[in-house]
C-alpha cells in the first residue's frame, strides 16, 4: 500500500464506526461485469471500504483502488486478503494521483459528481489518458445526473467518446442512519 500522508477531510471516522458502510455492490454493477467478457487492469477511484473492487478482483480483474481515507483501503485490504484476492491499495487524492501505468476499466463510484464542473473535466481528461486503448470508463451517479452532463465533458475532450451503456441502479443497499431517497445511474464509455 502507498501512502502519501494525505491530509484531507476523510471518511476515517465513519468508516471505522461503520465498517461495511455503503453494503454490497450494486446488483446492476455485478450484473454488467459479470456478463463482460472484458478482464484486464481495472482503476476504482474513490474506492472507499472496497465493495467493487473486492467484487472486480475476484471476477479475475488486476485491480488497483485508491482513496483519499487510509481506513477504508485498510479495510478492504484485510477483506481482500482474508478472501485470498490481492488489490493494490493507495491513499492519495485522486487529483494529486500520479500514474505510471494505463489501466482496461477505470470506475468511478459515487464520486465524481461530488466535484465542481471544473474539476470533473479535469479529472475526466486526467484518467481518459490513463485508459488502454478500448478501455472503458464506468461512472455511478445519482439519477438527478444524466449520462449527457458527462458524455459534454468528454466530448469537449475528445469527439471520439461514445456512450456504451447508462443503466438504471435500483439495488442500492441502505446505509445505516441515512435516507437515499433517489435512484442511481451507471453509465459505460468507450473512446473509438
Ligand atoms: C460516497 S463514497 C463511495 C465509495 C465507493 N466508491 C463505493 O461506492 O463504495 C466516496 C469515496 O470517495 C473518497 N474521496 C472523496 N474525494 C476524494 C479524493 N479527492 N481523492 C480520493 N478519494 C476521495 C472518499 O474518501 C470516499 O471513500
Request: aromatic letters at 10%; a negative charge; hydrophobic letters at 35%.
Amino acid at each position: 500500500m502507498e501512502n502519501n500522508n494525505v491530509e484531507y477531510d476523510s471518511f476515517d471516522s465513519t468508516y471505522d464506526e461503520k465498517p461495511e458502510m455503503f453494503g454490497h455492490p450494486y446488483k446492476e454493477l455485478q450484473d454488467y461485469f459479470y456478463k463482460s467478457t472484458r478482464r484486464g487492469t481495472l482503476l476504482d477511484l474513490g474506492c472507499g471500504q472496497g465493495r467493487d473492487s473486492i467484487f472486480l478482483a475476484s471476477l479475475g480483474y488486476q485491480v488497483t483502488a485508491v482513496d483519499s481515507s487510509k481506513v477504508g483501503i485498510n479495510q478492504m485490504l484485510k477483506k481482500a486478503q482474508s478472501q485470498g484476492l490481492e488489490i493494490d491499495g493507495i491513499v492519495n487524492d485522486i487529483q494529486n494521483l500520479k500514474l505510471q501505468r494505463k489501466f482496461d476499466v477505470i470506475l468511478f463510484d459515487m464520486l465524481l459528481h461530488g466535484f465542481e464542473n471544473q474539476i470533473q473535466q479535469e479529472l475526466l481528461g486526467k484518467y481518459s489518458n490513463s485508459l488502454n486503448k478500448d478501455g472503458i470508463l464506468c461512472i455511478v451517479y445519482p439519477d438527478d445526473f444524466q449520462a449527457e452532463h458527462f458524455m459534454n465533458i468528454l466530448k469537449s475532450l475528445s469527439a471520439n467518446w461514445n456512450l456504451l451503456e447508462e443503466i438504471t441502479v435500483n439495488d442500492i443497499p441502505k446505509i445505516e442512519g441515512e435516507t437515499i431517497d433517489f435512484n442511481f445511474k451507471m453509465m459505460v464509455a468507450q473512446l473509438s
